[in-house]
């Protein structure tokens, strides 16, 4: 693997390529011809999926970016203090807006040495750890431009005795259906060391549906553009001619599963071609296609999950309104 940068203070891999675009095509032929019409979030992020995505964390109505920024501000030197951390190594890591906060609390307690983000979008990857380095003198920025549910694998191995957390924020575990979940937990498991590596999760909680279903249906209509962006995605990436504007979008609270379910559904009947895949899609009048879910925990749920996974919870941090949860687990029982 030829590294895409590598300078004394950065190194960014990619394990991104043509393969990957497979991955969309896969989907998209595995869940476009099913029963009940599927296609999985992750690709809701090129370019202007990300933006959309940072223009969502900033409405009145999104309330999980602002309350676990608060844990973060209120409870990352403690994070540091519990953990003894040198290294964070973050999944979906983004901007990095949020882990700046550890990445400083480490500096801060004299223990910060490496960042290690991992996100399918190169240009992020690549504009953070610049970003980092020059912030933080001394820190030693390892991207990895990969799928976080294919390529850990090449996530470097922490340096021997020193402390690893690895941190999946945002409430990102929540995308994954409940088996997957705790089949990507027991994963993230084997990547920490006992009784010296901490996970830190971001977890949104179980709260007045109203709440929920307010924030993944904003008044200035940002999160349906993000939801319409992968027709847009499968249009560029495989010729497809979905017409865009012709699907509604649906997010609506599931109060058996307790997870927030995203859809599109078509305003009459449509036939799509996906040129790429030689294939036809037909819609009925308000069809509707599942876009995402976004499981909402309790403290059982979390600890269960964790408890599937190999991994003993060690601290829970909530905001003030009890909105969303920051967990530390470690490996054990
Ligand atoms: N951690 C940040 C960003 C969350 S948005 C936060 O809490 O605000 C989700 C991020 O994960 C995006 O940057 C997106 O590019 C990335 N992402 C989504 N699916 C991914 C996958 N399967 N593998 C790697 N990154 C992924
Ligand atoms: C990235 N993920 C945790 C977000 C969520 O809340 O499930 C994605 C999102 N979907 C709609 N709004 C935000």
């Known amino acids: 693997m030829t590294p895409l940068v590598t300078t004394d203070a950065i190194v960014v891999e990619s394990f991104v390529g043509p393969k990957d675009e497979r991955s969309l095509a896969d989907d998209v032929l595995d869940g476009l011809t099913r029963p009940f019409k599927e296609l999985p979030p992750k690709h809701f992020y090129d370019a202007r999926g990300g933006e959309l995505f940072d223009r969502i964390c900033e409405l009145p109505e999104y309330y999980p970016t602002r309350a676990e920024r608060a844990i973060l501000e209120a409870r990352a030197a403690d994070v540091v203090a519990a953990t003894g951390a040198a290294e964070l190594v973050e999944l979906g890591s983004g901007t990095a807006a949020k882990s700046r906060l550890l990445l400083h609390a480490m500096r801060a307690a004299g223990t910060l040495r490496r960042y290690v983000p991992v996100d399918v979008t190169e240009a992020l990857v690549l504009a953070t750890a610049a970003e980092l380095v020059d912030e933080l003198p001394g820190l030693r920025v390892h991207g990895i431009v990969g799928d976080f549910e294919r390529h850990l694998g090449h996530v470097p191995e ?75 995605v499968v249009n560029r990436e495989l010729a497809a001619d979905f017409d865009v504007e012709s699907f509604e979008h649906v997010a609506f609270f599931d109060p058996e599963r307790e997870w927030i379910e995203m859809r599109l559904r078509a305003c009459r009947r449509m036939d799509v071609r996906v040129d790429a895949l030689a294939l036809e899609v037909a819609f009925a009048p308000r069809e509707e296609l599942r876009t995402e879910i976004s499981a909402k925990f309790t403290p059982a749920r979390l600890e269960d999950d964790l408890a599937a996974a190999g991994l003993r ?11 969303f949860a920051l967990s530390l687990s470690t490996p054990g029982r």
């Open 313 to 323: 919870l060690t601290e829970v941090m909530t905001d003030r309104d009890g909105h």
């Open 158 to 232: 922490a340096e021997p005795g020193a402390p690893r957390i690895v941190a999946f924020l945002g409430g990102t575990i929540g995308n994954f259906p409940p088996g997957s979940r705790r089949r990507f937990l027991r994963g993230l498991a084997r990547m920490l060391r006992p009784t010296i590596d901490h996970l830190l999760l971001g977890t949104d909680l179980v709260k007045d549906p109203a709440l929920l279903e307010a924030a993944y249906d904003d008044a200035q209509g940002v999160t349906a553009e993000f939801n319409r962006n992968v027709l847009r």
